[in-house]
């Protein structure tokens, strides 16, 4: 009997024994790291970041704006605003040869016997119905240079472009046609209908393009 409670008593101090290092071995171990070292291992992870971070800036290239454009102007003189110029200049100086026209007496329904003055042909009249010759001109020849692409037959004669362009030519044709038969007669010719016609038809033009 006694060799048996000695037994359990062994047996339960063993036990308790176990137990115990289990426990034990259960437990952190023990930190003998300084407050320093300690310091250092928790700010190691971020100043590794950091570097990682300063490392990718520098590679990536710094992105640049674009440089401001200027704003686009149009220059003040263009080939199509030199035509509308023109275009302008022609009807004011047709207007003006008009307005200083002479008197054309009789012209083809003169008396017998009725003896025409001899005609002024460098006079004022003169002398503007060659400026209008020369601007109307020169506004279909800009016209035709700058804008030959908006004309197309197939469009038909209704269309605004064909119609500026059939206008203005038919318009500085008939005035240069009377600004000649006119300037190459002394004696009094029937002129001032066909200028009228011309100039007309000029206006016409310039109303439909602008």
Request: with cysteine; aromatic share 6%.
């Given at each position: 009997?006694?060799v048996?409670?000695?037994?359990s008593?062994a ?16 437990e ?6 300084t ?8 700010a190691m ?25 200027p704003?686009?102007?149009e220059?003040?003189l ?17 207007l ?11 012209e ?20 503007l ?5 020369a ?16 004309f ?6 209704t ?11 038919t ?19 029937s002129?001032a209908?066909?200028g009228?016609?011309?100039?007309y ?6 109303k439909?393009?602008?």
């Amino acid at each position: 009997m006694e060799v048996k409670q000695r037994c359990s008593m062994a047996l339960a101090g063993a036990a308790m024994l176990a137990f115990t290092g289990l426990a034990g071995a259960q437990e952190a171990p023990l930190d003998l790291s300084t407050p320093a070292q300690a310091y250092a291992q928790r700010a190691m992870p971020m100043m590794l970041a950091a570097n990682d971070s300063m490392v990718a800036a520098e590679k990536t290239p710094a992105v640049t704006a674009p440089a401001a454009q200027p704003e686009f102007e149009e220059s003040w003189l263009t080939g199509s605003k030199a035509h509308m110029a023109l275009g302008l200049a022609t009807i004011v100086t047709a207007l003006a040869t008009g307005a200083t026209a002479p008197g054309e007496g009789c012209e083809d329904a003169c008396p017998p016997g009725y003896v025409a003055p001899p005609r002024e042909t460098d006079g004022t009249h003169a002398k503007l119905a060659k400026v209008t010759t020369a601007l109307a001109v020169a506004t279909v020849a800009t016209g035709l240079y700058y804008h030959w692409d908006d004309f197309h037959l197939e469009d038909g004669l209704t269309d605004p472009d064909n119609l500026h362009v059939i206008l203005g030519m038919t318009g500085a044709a008939l005035m240069a046609y009377a600004t000649a038969k006119s300037a190459g007669s002394t004696t009094p010719v029937s002129h001032a209908g066909m200028g009228m016609a011309g100039a007309y038809g000029m206006i016409a033009a310039v109303k439909i393009a602008w």
